[in-house]
Antibody, heavy 116, light 108 residues
Framework: QVQLVESGGDLVKPGGSLRLSCAASGFTFSDPYMSWIRQAPGKGLEWVSY????????YYADSVRGRFTISRDNAKNTLYLQMNSLRAEDTAVYYC?????????WGQGTLVTVSS | ETVLTQSPGTLSLSPGERATLSCRAS???????LAWYQQKPGQAPRVLIYGASTRATGIPDRFSGSGSGTDFTLTISRLEPEDFAVYYCQQYGSSPRTFGQGTKVEIK
């Protein structure tokens, strides 16, 4: 079954850190770019980051550059997002998705809440 | 950055009616690399259209996309009850990839 399953979302205090994971199955994970997209409560979609299949090409949105780090472990079929120096405005559902053009496969999302 | 502006913000229609959603880009979208997504409450977005006009796998033919350059349209020919949702456009012709703010199609 082709699917993406995110995990790791939690309630964290401002300034704290969190690592999100996205487990892939049903396709050759090492081939495609992978992306993280987030959606603040009641708001629209924001592309956060993407990474190439081999990990050599990486993009970050200005809003997270220097605080978030995307990575992947192709042997474990898993995508990661390390989030440091978290702010209230990072509160969102975080989705992983396959690709970096149009996104045809999404996970169900994991909620990150940044609050004291 | 390519800013995408969707209109209207909310579309109130009845089942069976035609829905026309607009997405205008602040600059020309390279190679018409524009996609449309549908999102229902509590669910992840689902791609409907990519390349401005190509329906994704499994998408009913009542959904169609058109346009080029800076003006794009998603048309739902006859609204079914399951089509009431929020729709987003997204461009992938340049970085950063950007989304429109969404159009909510609600039952009148």
């Amino acid at each position: 079954q082709v699917q993406l399953v995110e995990s790791g979302g939690d309630l964290v205090k401002p300034g704290g850190s969190l690592r999100l994971s996205c487990a892939a199955s049903g396709f050759t994970f090492s081939d495609p770019y992978m992306s993280w997209i987030r959606q603040a409560p009641g708001k629209g979609l924001e592309w956060v980051s993407y990474i190439s299949g081999g990990g050599s090409a990486i993009y970050y949105a200005d809003s997270v550059r220097g605080r978030f780090t995307i990575s992947r472990d192709n042997a474990k079929n898993t995508l990661y997002l390390q989030m440091n120096s978290l702010r209230a405005e990072d509160t969102a559902v975080y989705y992983c998705a396959r690709g970096h053009y149009d996104l045809r496969l999404w996970g169900q999302g994991t909620l990150v809440t940044v609050s004291s | 950055e390519t800013v995408l502006t969707q209109s209207p913000g909310t579309l109130s229609l009845s089942p069976g009616e035609r829905a026309t959603l607009s997405c205008r880009a602040s600059q020309s979208v390279t190679s018409n690399y524009l996609a449309w997504y549908q999102q229902k409450p509590g669910q992840a977005p689902r791609v409907l259209i990519y390349g401005a006009s190509t329906r994704a796998t499994g998408i009913p033919d009542r959904f169609s996309g058109s346009g080029s350059g800076t003006d794009f349209t998603l048309t739902i020919s006859r609204l079914e009850p399951e089509d009431f949702a929020v729709y987003y456009c997204q461009q992938y012709g340049s970085s950063p990839r950007t989304f429109g703010q969404g159009t909510k199609v609600e039952i009148k």
